[in-house]
């Protein structure tokens, strides 16, 4: 029961990262913007995925050593598949 | 529409399952008339900021890594920890641009909960981490503070009229200056609370200090009305930029730094303590430096501690909480805080209470002195009765936070006592019982302004935080004006006795929205602000019925509603419009369904009529 121009919170917190990447359409990100600036709740929601990918870019890289790296590759494509 | 841009769309595209990436019971169930919405807002965060606080996240966040799904593990690893960009990972994981993103949302909600957990199970368990929080708020706050005292300083204040008569205004020209003051004010609050919000809040006070020292610099060389007029206007640019953005400044702080806002009160408190101490102070040495040497020296001395203010703003570090979201067009910005404060079912009773208690303390300061005269009080009685007076500032101050006023018995028993004062202030002739009356109203009024102004912030997200305390504050400017006209007409008619049957009438009117405040005590935001549209008369006729007969089954709406066209008819008289009608209907409509005649679109009606069949269910 959504309607043209709201966005229910369940739905805006599924989206954020595709709103991060800039992947939606002007609508819907306009929807999110407006919704943002209106509801606490999400805009604590996205500060907070924000405070989390800023502290995962915090992290040392060198944490992950390259085999390490080439191990969850495969890992990922034998998944995959 | 909906299913143009519906997360649907995007599971199906990216051809993987995708159930929900935040816990379902976080949102209200679809027993609720507002399915889908926060059932409660996830606490805040403490800031980051503080290197021992981040260290322990990043160890956090490092510790949870490897719990998560393989596939989910890699791709925020590139995305979030090694940099790459959406593009690239999927081409080096070979899966398209969509599943991808899927990947990454759900890992990134993933360690967000991780996250919630710890910084959740950091506080009560861990009672030496929040005495850390609080002693590091403390010490971020003494800029502040001491700013505040400083820019509080005026030791021209006591000698001002003395001053403008030496160059010569009369009455005539009194009247001109503060009709001129009166207008500026209310025309910058809410554009300078837009820019505290959009910019800067210290930014903003910086300016309001700028402003202020330019209004005494110009006031000290004036020799003619015209440029005394100057200053004054640019005393009326202080006072706006600097209301609203000190409130909000104080809010983020405590937010950002202890995680919720429990404390606010006492904080906010705190600096009107520093500021009273100041203006009260600076006064009684004013008024002895302008004795021992000249009205316009006090003028010039002035100047240098609010100088000394901006070099305090400058080393306070400013919260970040009003940039978190991303930032929205100006037009969207404005079209949010004007309804806001003018929209919302829950915040409009809090605007009335911050209105109506604004108006009582504005009203004891400006003819409190009247009684005195009205009584033939000796002249030596004045400056103790005004010291009494703007020391309630301080001490209201002090008070604040401490009287519990969100619970119904400490409000109902502060109105009794208010009323009882404002009684005595229709009656008594009596010198000590007339002071001590208006000490006391104004001391409780000051309490209950500073709980209100803390449930206004409670109710308001942080990027529209200052606009909104601004337009409350010219709310209650615009109030005050003909509110003192009348006030002024009666006490020449019939006495200032009898006037104050208006404040006792006015502190009936706060003591039952303070009262109804309190007992509302779980406000469903959104059931309100449809529940307001109903008491508005904007719904159209199907969900209005619909409405109706819910209201027939369900008391507290019922009470809420009433309560509610209580306070728009109180808000009706008020001139609420910042902005002209068709640009105010172009900005709406921007927002709303573009076929939309109606105040409401016709997609709301269809979700207010859905929920109110499911209430009904």
């Known amino acids: 029961m959504t309607s043209a121009n709201e966005i229910r919170c369940d739905e805006l917190v599924e989206l954020i990262t595709d709103y991060l990447d800039g992947a939606l359409n002007a609508e819907t990100e306009r929807c999110i913007d407006a919704s943002l600036a209106a509801c606490e709740g999400c805009a604590r929601y996205l500060a907070q995925i924000r405070a989390t990918i800023s502290a995962l870019g915090d992290l040392p890289t060198e944490a992950l050593p390259d085999n390490s790296r080439d191990a969850l590759l495969s890992a990922f494509r034998r998944a995959t598949r | ?617």
């Open chain 2, 1 to 617: 529409m909906a299913s143009e841009r519906g997360s649907g769309e995007l599971t199906a595209q990216a051809g993987v399952s995708a159930g929900p990436t935040v816990d379902p019971s976080r949102f209200r169930g679809s027993d609720d008339p507002f399915e889908g919405h926060w059932r409660e807002f996830p606490a805040p965060w403490p800031s980051t900021e503080d290197e021992h606080v981040a260290a322990r996240v990043r160890a956090h966040v490092a510790s949870v890594l490897g719990r998560l799904p393989s596939r989910q593990q890699v791709v925020l690893t590139l995305r979030d920890i090694e940099g790459f960009n959406s593009d690239e990972t999927s081409s080096i994981v070979e899966i398209s641009e969509v599943e991808q993103r899927v990947l990454l949302q759900r890992a990134r909600a993933f360690v967000r909960a991780e996250l919630e957990n710890h910084f959740d199970v950091d506080d009560p368990k861990d009672p030496a981490a929040a005495e850390d929080r609080h002693r590091s708020l403390r010490r971020r706050m003494l800029p502040l503070y001491a700013a505040a005292g400083l820019q509080g300083v005026g030791l021209w204040v006591p000698v001002e009229k003395l001053f403008m008569s030496e160059i010569g205004f009369t009455p005539a020209t009194i009247g001109v200056m503060a009709a001129a003051y009166a207008a500026v004010v209310p025309i910058i609050e809410v554009p300078s609370g837009i820019l505290a919000d959009r910019w800067s809040r210290r930014g903003v006070l910086i300016i309001a200090s700028a402003a202020l020292a330019t209004s005494a610099l110009v006031g000290g060389l004036s020799t003619n009305v015209a440029t005394y007029i100057v200053a004054a206007l640019v005393l009326g640019v202080y006072f706006a930029m600097y209301s609203g953005t000190m409130e909000s400044i104080v809010y983020d702080t405590v937010l950002e730094e202890t995680g919720d806002s429990t404390v606010f009160q006492r904080r906010l408190g705190r600096v009107r303590v520093v500021e009273g101490s100041a203006l009260v102070s600076s006064s009684l040495v004013g008024g002895w430096t302008a004795e021992l040497t000249s009205t316009r020296l006090t003028y010039f001395l002035t100047v240098p501690f609010v100088a000394g203010s901006i070099v305090l703003y400058l080393t306070f570090r400013e919260p970040r909480l009003h940039q978190a979201t991303r930032a929205t067009s100006l037009r969207n910005q404005v079209t949010v805080t004007y309804r806001t404060i003018t929209r919302r079912g829950v915040v409009l009773p809090i605007v009335t209470a911050a209105v109506l208690t604004s108006l009582i303390l504005q009203v004891l300061f400006e003819f409190g002195p009247l009684w005195l005269v009205a009584i033939s009080a000796a002249a030596l009685w004045y400056g103790p009765f005004w010291a009494a007076l703007v020391s309630t500032l301080g001490l209201g101050g002090l008070l604040a936070g401490r009287l519990r006023l969100d619970r119904l018995g400490p409000v109902l028993t502060i109105t009794v006592i208010m009323l009882l004062a404002s009684v005595a202030l229709t009656v008594s002739r009596h010198l000590a019982v007339v002071t001590a009356a208006q000490v006391l109203l104004a001391l409780l009024i000051v309490v209950a302004n500073i709980h209100v102004t803390g449930q206004l912030h409670d109710a308001v997200p942080s990027s529209i935080r200052s606009g909104v305390a601004s337009g409350v504050g010219a709310l209650s400017w615009i109030a005050f004006l003909p509110f003192a006209l009348v006030f002024g007409l009666l006490s020449n008619t019939l006495g200032v006795h009898s006037a104050a049957w208006l404040i006792t009438a006015t502190v009936v009117m706060a003591g039952v929205i303070l009262g109804r405040l309190a007992f509302r005590a779980r406000p469903h935001r959104n059931l309100a602000d449809l529940l307001h549209r109903y008491a508005d008369g904007t719904l159209d006729a199907a969900a209005e019925r619909r409405a109706a007969a819910h209201l027939a089954s369900c008391g507290a709406c019922r009470a809420h509603v009433e309560q509610m066209r209580k306070t728009i008819s109180m808000l009706g008289d008020l001139p609420t419009e910042p902005l002209p009608d068709q640009t105010r209907d172009a900005l709406l409509s921007s927002l709303r369904s573009r076929t939309s005649r109606v105040p409401v679109a016709p997609g709301e009606t269809a979700e207010i009529v859905n929920a109110l069949d499911r209430t009904q269910t």
